[in-house]
């Protein structure tokens, strides 16, 4: 069965080595230097560009397009997390990610609006690593994801998750609509990982990261970050896709001069002149 028939029928599907071993390094090293403690997390956008490039990676973004999904990915929110057992309770109930980015519920356990990408840093091979556990949705038919986003315990969903046992650099990907939970770490055992959730949005432009939805200093880090990104990037990020028709160079010189640096392509059909790839130099 390949990724997307597994994606489509589970709800979830585990990708082996997704993850360039370079870029997964620099992102560990990283974490490590923004989390001074044993425990501890930074979010998106993150203050290095290691960490910013793992949440906005090439080749995760063509996973993503490879379930044949509706809709264009955008980044919703993104956390890197240091645990370390004992330092903290890492063990949860089984819920959904619908709950935490929209304030109405899905029509149907098909109504996805999003995916979840849960990137592996570090190794969680054994159990004592407090591997995720996931429940395929066959299991869980009989729930209404809408009046459900949490199952307490007891349930007989408990007793049919699979824990996914991950390598570093590896990229369990699962739909908002996927019960799913975290598992408690052996004391002294450690665990680094990125958690990006990408919702599936309908329209050429989002209204998420955006200066009214962050910080100032959120703000800032986002805006030095935009023109070093390639224009699926952007479309992650938010920004209309490259051929849409939004872009004229009316717009695209007024966007231009928005994020200093930044050089958006030219050469589309809505636009004259030469082209040049987005966020590339002049």
Wanted: proline letters at 9%.
């Amino acid at each position: 069965m390949n990724d997307r028939k597994r994606f489509a029928q589970d709800g979830f599907v585990l990708l082996r080595e997704l993850l360039d071993p370079a870029v997964r390094a620099a992102g560990e090293t990283a974490l490590r230097g923004a989390v001074a403690d044993t425990s501890g997390a930074v979010a998106f956008p993150f203050a290095t560009d290691a960490l910013n490039d793992i949440a906005l990676s090439p080749s995760i973004l063509a996973a993503i397009a490879a379930l044949g999904l509706p809709g264009l990915p955008t980044v919703r929110a993104s956390t890197a997390v240091l645990k370390t057992g004992g330092a903290a309770r890492y063990d949860q109930p089984l819920h959904l990610e619908n709950k935490e980015y929209s304030l109405v519920v899905p029509v149907d356990a098909d109504d996805d609006r999003g995916v979840v990408a849960l990137i592996y840093l570090t190794d969680a091979g054994t159990d004592e690593l407090g591997p995720t556990a996931v429940v395929p949705r066959s299991a869980t038919a009989h729930r209404d994801v809408g009046s459900d986003p949490v199952i307490p315990r007891p349930a007989p969903e408990y007793e049919v998750e699979q824990r996914i046992h991950a390598r570093a650099g590896d990229v369990l990907l699962f739909g908002f609509n996927t019960y799913h939970r975290g598992t408690e770490l052996a004391v002294g055992a450690e665990r680094l990982s990125m958690q990006v959730s990408y919702s599936l949005r309908t329209t050429p432009g989002s209204t998420v990261n955006t200066p009214g939805s962050m910080s100032f200093a959120a703000w800032t880090r986002l805006t030095a970050l935009v023109p070093r990104l390639s224009g699926d990037q952007l479309t992650c990020l938010g920004f209309p896709p490259p051929t849409d028709p939004y872009w004229t160079p009316r717009t695209v010189a007024a966007v231009e001069q928005r994020y200093p640096g930044l050089r958006l392509p030219a050469g589309n059909a809505h636009t004259s002149g030469g082209g040049r790839p987005a966020g590339s130099a002049p």
